[in-house]
């Protein structure tokens, strides 16, 4: 312990003495790091130390972290507590001791001082809130930390304290992360032991409504357990009737801005009380003060936006009615807020800020807490993904980069005679027809139908090979453009429902054909009506339009002036184009001019027309 005692006095840094002195008296058997047994007894000696350094600050009078003070040089040296303190945090730094060391030895500190002293004794703490909070002490003491705050917590006064609670709940939230489960209401559970108290009978001489007193400090039994509220009707309507009391004398008695200024927020924020006064003398110096009705108004909104939080079971859920109960009345505080001056509008716009970023947090906890904290990715990672896409996407794009590395020297592949091969179209929509076939088992994300780039070099191919396939695309899509022969039959009888253009274009032409005999007939008909014996005026009228038919192949043989040749080749054409329809021929269906179910007279006669 003496060794300690002196190296206290050591005015250098504490790397350059530390682990010297902890090898002086404990003369560990590794050089650098302490056993257990070695922590153990090295633990013991530091709280002894410690013990009687606070013993010998409150002796002679002085504050515990000033004790051992000196000038030296014109400057202030280190107390001899702070001293010991900074010896051991770096020893647990840099992993020579056991890291939770300085942890018990702050607890110990704090638990032998007055309050007065746990002030500085914290200060010191925040000021080492850094190093404390690295993972490797984090690990170690953050139980023992917990411990320590929450003592000194427990010992602190809430109204006459108040700042220094502060100053503990702001280092717990900064040293601990925010998915730390130690610090979160997992269960929801409200402090019902916080009471408001009040006067139960009427004071003589008062000059207030009393039952209007006593509703209105009513409604903090239902602001202190919120959840009491639903669970009776009885409970809320006896909870709205107060609460629609209360609203309706604040609306009756509107706040002006004089009084708004006189009762500055600003200023009141010095002398700031968790608890009002229920005195019923005071109620109406109260009611004009714009502070306390917004106390009251932001916890009716508080009580709302519980009763609205999602994800609750259904025995918690409001009802209907409820609900609109609670949005008529919520409507009402909103407007009172934001009348109530200085700056209402303002002021409930950061009230609704707060209550909206509320909701994740409750979301937050009724999803388990997840962390919030992500590791950082590793430099090597990070190196290998970037070096792994520069290459692929050098070219632009993924399929650029493919077709430069089809081959080691690209000019020679440009005239390789192999290079245009078209597969044959039977043969490249061979996968399409398996995929197509449900005996096989393929699933519909897997088809090749989905591949727009197999899709669109096959609507090419069909394009130049299979007219008649592509045809079908736009009815049946990119599946009726697959060759017929490649599907199975119970496929293949869904794209073979609707006839062929080929079927269609053979009835179209014999329609057609079939039109002519009719026209003659019908001008044939009237001349056997006026002739009883019928067939000298049928072969007038034949005669007739032969010579009208002949007529037209002189006017057409002198528009053309063809020569002696061109005249002979034509003439058995010109031969039947004499004959008309209306001429009765034997032969006329096996005419070998006939080019699907039309004569080449009629080509003939429609290209001239």
């Known amino acids: 312990m003496e060794i300690f005692r002196r190296a206290l006095s050591n005015r250098g840094p504490p790397e350059d003495f530390a682990l010297q002195t902890v090898q002086e008296a404990i003369k560990p058997q590794r050089q650098t790091k302490l056993v257990?047994?070695?922590?153990?007894?090295?633990?013991?000696?530091?709280?002894?130390?410690?013990?009687?350094?606070?013993?010998?600050?409150?002796?002679?009078?002085?504050?515990?972290?000033?004790?051992?003070?000196?000038?030296?040089?014109?400057?202030?040296?280190?107390?001899?507590?702070?001293r010991l303190l900074d010896i051991v945090l770096y020893l647990c730094e840099k992993e020579h001791v056991e890291g939770g060391m300085i942890f018990q030895l702050l607890e110990d500190l704090t638990e032998m001082s007055t309050m007065r002293?746990?002030?500085?004794?914290?200060?010191?703490?925040?000021?080492?809130?850094?190093?404390?909070?690295?993972q490797e002490l984090f690990a170690?003491?953050?139980?023992?930390?917990?411990?320590?705050?929450?003592?000194?917590?427990r010992r602190l006064s809430k109204a006459n304290d108040v700042v220094f609670c502060g100053r503990i709940l702001m280092f717990l939230a900064h040293f601990f992360p925010l998915s730390e489960r130690s610090a979160v209401n997992i269960k929801g559970v409200f402090n019902t032991s916080n009471e408001t108290k009040y006067e139960k009978d009427a004071p003589e001489g008062i000059s207030i409504d009393f039952n209007f007193y006593k509703t209105f400090w009513s409604l903090q039994e239902y602001f202190c357990n919120p959840p009491s509220v639903t669970l009776a009707s009885s409970k809320w309507h006896r909870f709205t009737s107060n609460l629609t009391v209360v609203l309706n004398t604040f609306e009756a008695q509107p706040l002006s801005d004089e009084e708004g200024n006189v009762n500055n927020l600003e200023e009141e924020a010095a002398a700031f009380n968790i608890k009002y006064l229920t005195s019923s003398k005071l109620m109406g110096l109260e009611l004009k003060d714009p502070s306390f009705r917004r106390h009251v108004l932001v916890q009716c909104l508080i009580l709302f936006d519980y009763l609205k939080a999602p994800g609750k079971s259904d025995k918690d859920t409001p009802s209907e009615a409820m609900k609109e109960e609670i949005r008529s009345c919520e409507d009402r505080v909103r407007k009172l807020?934001?009348?109530?001056?200085?700056?209402?509008?303002?002021?409930?716009?950061?009230?609704?800020?707060?209550?909206?970023?509320?909701?994740?947090?409750?979301?937050?906890?009724?999803?388990?807490?997840?962390?919030?904290?992500?590791?950082p990715l590793e430099k090597k990672a990070v190196q290998e993904v970037v070096k792994k896409r520069r290459p692929r996407f050098r070219l632009g794009n993924k399929e650029l980069s493919q077709l430069w590395k089809w081959a080691d020297q690209n000019p020679n592949a440009l005239i390789d005679a192999k290079r245009v091969q078209t597969p044959a179209i039977a043969e490249y929509w061979k996968p399409l027809a398996e995929d197509m076939d449900e005996s096989s088992g393929i699933e519909p994300e897997y088809h090749h139908k989905n591949n727009k780039v197999?899709?669109?070099?096959?609507?090419?191919?069909?394009?130049?090979?299979?007219?008649?396939?592509?045809?079908?695309?736009?009815?049946?899509?990119?599946?009726?453009?697959?060759?017929?022969?490649?599907?199975?039959?119970?496929?293949?009888?869904?794209?073979?429902?609707?006839?062929?253009?080929?079927?269609?274009?053979?009835?179209?032409?014999?329609?057609?054909?079939?039109?002519?005999?009719?026209e003659d007939n019908q001008i044939a008909t009237p001349a056997s009506e006026m002739d009883e014996g019928g067939r000298p005026d049928l072969e007038a009228t034949a005669?007739?339009?032969?010579?009208?038919?002949?007529?037209?192949?002189?006017?057409?043989?002198?528009?053309?002036?063809?020569?002696?040749?061109?005249?002979?080749?034509?003439?058995?054409?010109?031969?039947?184009?004499?004959?008309?329809?209306?001429q009765l021929e034997p032969d006329a269906e096996g005419e070998p001019g006939m080019v699907d179910g039309e004569t080449d007279a009629e080509v003939d006669l429609e290209v001239v027309s």
Request: glycine letters at 8%.
């Open 36 to 82: 257990l047994d070695e922590n153990q007894l090295l633990e013991n000696i530091l709280r002894t130390l410690l013990q009687e350094l606070v013993s010998c600050a409150v002796q002679s009078g002085e504050p515990i972290m000033q004790y051992g003070q000196s000038i030296a040089d014109g400057e202030t040296t280190q107390g001899q507590i702070p």
């Open 117 to 134: 002293n746990c002030k500085d004794i914290f200060g010191y703490i925040e000021s080492k809130q850094d190093i404390l909070g690295k």
């Open 140 to 153: 170690r003491g953050k139980l023992v930390m917990l411990r320590t705050c929450n003592q000194l917590l």
């Open 337 to 375: 807020l934001e009348v109530t001056p200085p700056k209402g509008k303002e002021f409930l716009h950061h009230i609704e800020h707060i209550l909206e970023r509320e909701k994740n947090w409750v979301w937050w906890k009724r999803d388990g807490c997840p962390p919030f904290e992500k590791p």
């Open 454 to 518: 197999y899709c669109w070099k096959g609507l090419r191919f069909s394009a130049r090979q299979d007219l008649e396939g592509f045809s079908r695309f736009t009815e049946y899509g990119i599946e009726g453009v697959v060759p017929l022969d490649l599907l199975p039959p119970e496929v293949k009888s869904k794209y073979q429902a609707k006839p062929s253009e080929r079927a269609k274009r053979a009835k179209k032409d014999e329609t057609r054909g079939a039109a002519h005999p009719t």
């Open 543 to 582: 005669a007739t339009m032969d010579i009208d038919a002949a007529t037209a192949t002189g006017n057409n043989s002198q528009d053309d002036t063809p020569t002696t040749d061109e005249h002979q080749k034509q003439s058995p054409e010109t031969t039947d184009a004499g004959q008309e329809p209306g």
